[in-house]
């Protein structure tokens, strides 16, 4: 999806991939209406569904990141991803209006919903500054130097070469070449954070996927609290979730896998774009809340059920943690890497670079809840202790970054003295 973002118009592009996935969620809740029974029409219609819906991430972020620049790029997308959580909690409850009477609205009316969003884009998304008159952002800051292990490959950059790059960059953005699926694996960082955030998303959608199931066999709910999360509660925030808590199980498992992550998730997108801002490094940053997560999740093991205020703190915690990596690598990290100055001023690479880092990241979250459903028969302390030592793989995947961003900030130390 990255490759073809890159080729087409961005708007024509997420327009007709959010029409297709409209008109396949529909599809999927109309089976409900026209009285399916066939495993298979469910099977290819999600499968339909998933393809299309991967035309969004690449898309929108190449389009976010056409417009900030990467000063405050951290910050700008810490605050823009928040939608992902509130999309999480609306859907949620859009959804299970619905679930014990007709669920094949749970289906139609968010496909209506997204087709509705597509048509909205198709006639008001702008891609790019110069558009409408505005000036292009700087994707690099003046501060920032060349460094030697950044130059172009022996086996040649990302882009054919220095002449053709800057023939590019004095060029229109139309004209300029979209990067090869190789030529964005050469760029430096990608294949570093791609792999961090397979295991930062393992350990992200396990547990996001296995969470109510845990507090099911910790706390001591019973499987149908479980199973009426959706109607007993609704999204009320903190509060709320306290007030759920305290007068059922059902409404407590809502809030822990619902409320607490998004709230967790939106803090933790929006603290680690403002650190890594501020500090200049995106890869200390996720390394530093990813090596904090792992303590974090090993306590919330321990104590977490300790407590509905206990449970309720440590989950915004893990989720922040855990989360805000996860948020930062598929945001500014991705708008950073596919403006990197190898590609000497071609802003084509932001939509494959960011599906390059994203898909890898899917890895993750596929294999993180199936290997959890492996390993809990042996014990739920080997799950925390996988998610753990995902989290510390992820950080070892970025040393050699963190290395280099030390050794920036030194140097820069030394010039000021």
């Known amino acids: 999806s990255g490759i073809f973002g890159e080729r087409l118009p961005l ?25 399916i029974h066939v495993l298979w029409y469910f099977i290819v219609m999600q499968i339909c569904n998933g393809l299309v819906q991967t035309t969004g991430w690449p898309a929108v972020v190449a389009c976010v990141g056409n417009w900030f620049g990467k000063g405050k790029r951290g910050l700008v997308m810490g605050v823009w991803n928040s939608h992902t959580s509130v999309g999480n909690i609306v859907g949620s409850l859009v959804a299970g209006a619905w679930v014990s009477s007709a669920w094949g609205l749970s289906f139609v009316v968010p496909g ?23 000036s292009p952002p700087l994707h690099r800051t003046n501060s920032e130097e060349k460094d030697p292990e950044e130059a172009a490959p022996e086996d040649g950059p990302p882009l054919a070469s220095s002449r053709t790059g800057l023939e590019r960059t004095a060029g229109s953005k139309d004209s300029a070449a979209a990067i090869s699926f190789l030529g964005a694996l050469r760029i ?18 396990t547990f996001l996927y296995w969470l109510p199931l845990y507090i099911v066999n910790v706390a001591r709910f019973g499987a149908k609290e479980a199973g009426d999360l959706s109607t007993l509660f609704d999204a009320g925030g903190i509060v709320g979730g306290w007030r759920a808590g305290r007068s059922g199980g059902s409404g407590w498992v809502r809030f822990s896998r619902g409320e607490c992550g998004a709230h967790g998730a939106s803090a933790g997108g929006i ?13 200390t940053t996720c390394c530093v809340m990813l090596l904090l997560a792992a303590p974090m999740l090993f306590l919330y093991n321990h104590i977490g059920q300790n407590g509905i205020a206990t449970s309720i703190a440590m989950l915004i915690v893990c989720g922040a943690l855990v ?10 990290v991705s708008a950073d890497l596919g403006t990197h100055e190898s590609l000497q001023g071609n802003s084509k690479a932001l939509a494959t670079v960011t599906a390059i880092i994203d898909g890898t990241g899917s890895v993750g979250a596929a294999l993180g809840p199936l290997l959890a459903g492996l390993i809990s028969p042996t014990g739920w302390n080997n799950v925390f202790y996988m998610l753990i030592a995902a989290d510390v793989l992820a950080c070892l995947l970025l040393s050699r970054l963190v290395l280099k961003e030390t050794r920036s900030w030194c140097g820069a130390m030394a010039r000021r003295r």
């Open 323 to 332: 989360n805000g990596p996860y948020a930062l690598i598929t945001t500014a």
């Open 271 to 283: 603290l680690a774009g403002l650190v890594s801002d501020y500090a200049g490094g995106r890869a």
């Open 11 to 35: 708007r024509y592009y997420l327009s007709a991939g959010m029409l297709l996935s409209g008109l396949f969620t529909a599809l999927f809740g109309l089976g409900y209406f026209w009285n």
């Open 188 to 205: 430096p960082g990608v294949v570093e954070f791609s792999l961090c955030l397979l295991f930062a998303k393992l350990v992200s959608y």
């Open 112 to 134: 209506l919903v997204i087709a509705s969003m597509g048509i909205v884009c198709f006639f008001f998304l702008v891609e790019h500054p110069e558009d409408v008159g505005c």
